[in-house]
């Protein structure tokens, strides 16, 4: 793996494993074998499985030659990383690869988290002083307002006197997976035309433009589905897999990513009968090393044949491939000493959970009546976890900032999971429910600031219908977490821009000419995922960021339990209001979440509710997530009346609720600031609000090792604390516990307790 040179464009499980044969030159000389192996997505996973991953990089490379090998990788190997890489800005990822000796890699949407400057001028380098050691190729990233390339377009290597190139590019769509505010002076272009049009001058015979016997394209951009599908039927979805199919015959080898699928298939070359090339993705987060085992004719670079497959991770010891390896020992010392780091700052709890919160699920099954198994990361569904955060966002603004009325997060930003099992192995604090520092900021990775943008009723609709994306996007539906407070009904057999059939805030319609405060992730408000519709409201950026409000909102609200109802319902038919008589007939589906531990649903109650009074219409099954209701209303009824139902055993509500707890604030005081240690007893004062009233209820406070209970009185209540014995700040965590009709909160307070005023 070794670069003859680099040159800018600016002057064993396989998922396919296959051996075709292309058209040999008649005299061909004595045949080369090139070792290419592929990696994308990995995501700065240093973990406990980093150093069997770099082992089988090695083992590849040692059967295929280490003058025949290339290591290529395809774009998002930093951003939305594991705590041990994120925390040191992804640097032991960055060492861990120039450990191996990747050669060169297409940009990702990921590289672009911090911003353009970012990755130049710290992921990269300046020339003479580089940090990643590999040329990174974007031959799709332009300078603003110009075809002028940003970026290196291809590196060019020579292997076993093969001159071989690699032609990076990034998918089109990452304008809208980035914050814009951090890619101001860049553009990006067609992946596929940039990479034809570099491929065309690197096989023109032109020499100036550069020249290549062999070309890779390393695309950050890839099927939408691998296993159980083929690439006949990828191709037939349209966009940009679809585009690459026409790439340019000069074209040997396709690298993708970005859609984190596993597949190794064989694309016909165009131009070509009976001719193909291998085109290959290895999944995410160092599962697979993609290899192409491509045999070409040594005087003319011509391919003869080829072998492609994905090959798992291996399963020999670190012990015996650190011994076996000194570039894999290089990796483990990187690995361990950014674990250490990870763990002083990680191995802090700071919060707990009950059960699962999760992101929703495909794969797995309802056993027992409750969702378990399968794969994370389905970003077209709602999830436990999307929502809570949600909640966070809407409750963790502090007051003197605004008072948002829902919170809303995109399901990429969710990079982890929160799981009620504890692993004391490295961490004797980490038991079951606690959830660590490391384990929060690995739900949000990605360092966003907390926007609140102002929106009219009308532009926060149109926000829920760009849950349906654009026409040919890698993902066609994105589910949005909602704050619990938020309920809606869809119809996805509108037409788009009327699927949204309904929305309540608070149990109230939406106001299309009212104005929303929405707290979320300023990649969202400044339209990422192609959240257009945020744009046309007015953002203020709170300045605080999102891991900070996230973990605050944790230390606030312990015990959190997952909560399995959803915020968004799909229906057909349902009316708004009932009169006396009338022949009601509805649908309803998509009613069970695929969190795990979410229950199937087994019945929905219908009601009817008028100002205070509620009526009783009856239960219907539900099957498969979906429920037919039909009945006439009771003759008695009087005026119109709402209607409602709920999911069982969910707790999904639908229409109109029968009852929903207040939202209440918790605001905690201390005094003094400062206390001195075995002499002052300070006092917290705690008031709790519900709807904007007192709240009712009792109240537990945590403060130097030690708990307090209280009850409210005229929504507040005071407690003293016993007199602190050593010096330092002390966190002083409030808790209202809720109450019939209140749902619970929390604030965190901190005093100084010194050894004399």
């Known amino acids: 793996m070794r670069a003859l040179v680099a040159t800018s464009g600016l002057a064993f499980v396989a998922s396919s494993l296959v051996f075709v044969t292309t058209t040999a030159p008649a005299h061909a000389a004595d045949p080369v074998t090139l070792n290419l192996l592929g990696v994308n997505d990995f995501h700065g996973r240093i973990n406990s499985s980093t150093v069997k991953w770099a082992g089988t990089v090695e083992q590849l490379t040692a059967a295929g030659g280490e003058s025949d090998t290339l290591l290529v990788g395809a774009g998002d190997l930093i951003g939305a990383s594991e705590f041990a890489s994120a925390v040191a800005e992804d640097q032991p990822t960055i060492d861990m690869?120039?450990?191996?000796?990747?050669?060169?890699?297409?940009v990702g949407n990921h590289e672009f988290d911090k911003g353009f400057a970012d990755l130049t001028d710290r992921v990269i380098g300046p020339d003479g002083d580089r940090n990643a050691q590999w040329d990174y190729l974007g031959a799709n990233v332009y300078e603003k307002g110009t075809?002028?390339?940003?970026?290196?377009?291809?590196?060019?290597?020579?292997?076993?006197?093969?001159?071989?190139?690699?032609?990076?590019?990034?998918?089109?769509?990452?304008?809208?997976l980035v914050s814009p505010g951090g890619i101001t002076q860049i553009d990006f272009g067609d992946p596929v035309e940039a990479v034809n049009r570099v491929a065309g001058e690197l096989s023109d015979g032109d020499d100036s433009n550069g020249e290549a016997q062999v070309i890779i394209a390393s695309f950050h951009s890839g099927a939408a589905v691998g296993a159980g599908s083929t690439y006949e039927a990828e191709v037939a979805k349209g966009g940009e897999f679809?585009?690459?199919?026409?790439?340019?015959?000069?074209?040997?080898?396709?690298?993708?990513?970005?859609?984190?699928?596993?597949?190794?298939w064989d694309a016909p070359v165009p131009g070509e009968p009976g001719v193909t090339r291998p085109i290959l993705q290895t999944g995410s987060y160092g599962t697979n090393v993609g290899q192409v085992s491509l045999t070409v004719d040594s005087a003319t670079g011509d391919v003869i044949s080829y072998e492609s497959q994905n090959v798992a991770r291996t399963t020999v010891s670190d012990d015996e491939l650190v011994a076996t390896y000194p570039r894999v020992a290089e990796v483990k010392q990187i690995v361990d000493d950014a674990i250490a780091h990870a763990n002083e700052v990680g191995n802090q709890p700071v919060g707990s959970v009950t059960g699962d919160i999760t992101t929703a699920f495909t794969g797995g099954t309802y056993t027992d009546g409750h969702y378990t198994g399968g794969t994370r990361d389905d970003r077209a569904s709602e999830s436990t976890l999307g929502d809570l955060v949600g909640n966070a966002l809407r409750d963790g603004i502090p007051a003197d900032m605004g008072s948002p009325d829902l919170g809303i997060t995109n399901p990429g930003g969710l990079r982890a999971e929160l799981l009620f099992a504890g692993d004391t192995t490295s961490n004797p604090a980490n038991t079951d429910g606690v959830v660590t520092y490391a384990e929060a900021n690995g739900v949000l990775p990605f360092v966003n600031n907390v926007w609140l943008v102002k929106l009219k009723g009308s532009d926060l609709e149109a926000v829920l219908e760009q849950q349906w994306q654009p026409d040919g996007s890698s993902r066609p539906f994105l589910a949005l977490g909602l704050s619990d407070n938020v309920r809606v009904t869809q119809d996805p057999t509108q037409a788009r821009g009327s699927r949204i059939t309904s929305v309540l805030i608070d149990g109230q319609p939406l106001d299309p000419d009212k104005t929303y405060t929405v707290s979320t992730f300023s990649f969202?408000?400044?339209?990422?995922?192609?959240?257009?519709?945020?744009?046309?409201?007015?953002?203020?950026?709170?300045?605080?960021?999102?891991?900070?409000?996230?973990?605050?909102?944790?230390?606030?609200?312990?015990?959190?339990?997952?909560?399995?109802?959803?915020?968004?319902?799909?229906?057909?038919?349902?009316?708004?209001?009932?009169?006396?008589?009338?022949?009601?007939?509805?649908?309803?589906?998509?009613?069970?979440?695929?969190?795990?531990?979410?229950?199937?649903?087994?019945?929905?109650s219908v009601y009817l509710t008028q100002g205070t009074r509620s009526v009783a219409i009856g239960d219907f099954p539900v099957t498969a997530g979906a429920a037919t209701v039909a009945f006439t209303a009771p003759a008695s009824l009087d005026g119109a009346w709402k209607l409602?139902?709920?999911?069982?055993?969910?707790?999904?509500?639908?229409?109109?609720?029968?009852?929903?707890?207040?939202?209440?604030?918790?605001?905690?005081?201390?005094?003094?600031?400062?206390?001195?240690?075995?002499?002052?007893?300070?006092?917290?004062?705690?008031?709790?609000?519900?709807?904007?009233?007192?709240?009712?209820?009792?109240?537990?406070?945590?403060?130097?090792?030690?708990?307090?209970?209280?009850?409210?009185?005229?929504?507040?209540?005071?407690?003293?604390?016993?007199?602190?014995?050593?010096?330092?700040?002390?966190?002083?965590?409030?808790?209202?516990?809720?109450?019939?009709?209140?749902?619970?909160?929390?604030?965190?307070?901190?005093?100084?307790?010194?050894?004399?005023?």
């Open 147 to 176: 075809t002028t390339p940003a970026l290196p377009e291809y590196a060019e290597f020579d292997l076993d006197g093969i001159d071989v190139a690699v032609v990076g590019a990034v998918t089109e769509e990452t304008k809208s």
């Open 242 to 264: 679809a585009d690459m199919a026409s790439l340019d015959p000069a074209v040997d080898v396709i690298f993708n990513g970005h859609t984190h699928q596993t597949y190794a």
């Open 524 to 604: 969202l408000g400044t339209g990422g995922d192609n959240f257009g519709a945020f744009t046309a409201g007015t953002p203020n950026d709170t300045g605080l960021v999102d891991r900070d409000l996230w973990i605050r909102y944790l230390q606030k609200h312990d015990d959190l339990a997952p909560d399995y109802a959803r915020q968004q319902v799909q229906e057909s038919g349902m009316p708004s209001s009932v009169s006396a008589g009338d022949a009601v007939s509805f649908t309803l589906s998509n009613l069970d979440l695929t969190s795990q531990g979410a229950p199937a649903n087994t019945s929905v």
């Open 644 to 757: 409602g139902a709920v999911a069982h055993d969910s707790g999904t509500v639908v229409g109109a609720a029968e009852f929903t707890k207040a939202t209440t604030k918790t605001t905690a005081q201390v005094t003094p600031k400062r206390a001195v240690v075995r002499k002052t007893r300070a006092t917290v004062r705690v008031t709790v609000t519900a709807g904007g009233d007192a709240a009712s209820g009792k109240l537990r406070v945590r403060a130097g090792g030690r708990v307090y209970h209280a009850t409210l009185k005229h929504g507040t209540a005071t407690v003293e604390l016993k007199r602190f014995k050593r010096v330092g700040t002390k966190e002083v965590t409030v808790r209202y516990l809720g109450s019939d009709t209140a749902k619970r909160s929390g604030d965190i307070v901190t005093i100084k307790a010194v050894k004399k005023k």
């Open 97 to 106: 690869f120039n450990a191996l000796g990747l050669d060169a890699s297409a």
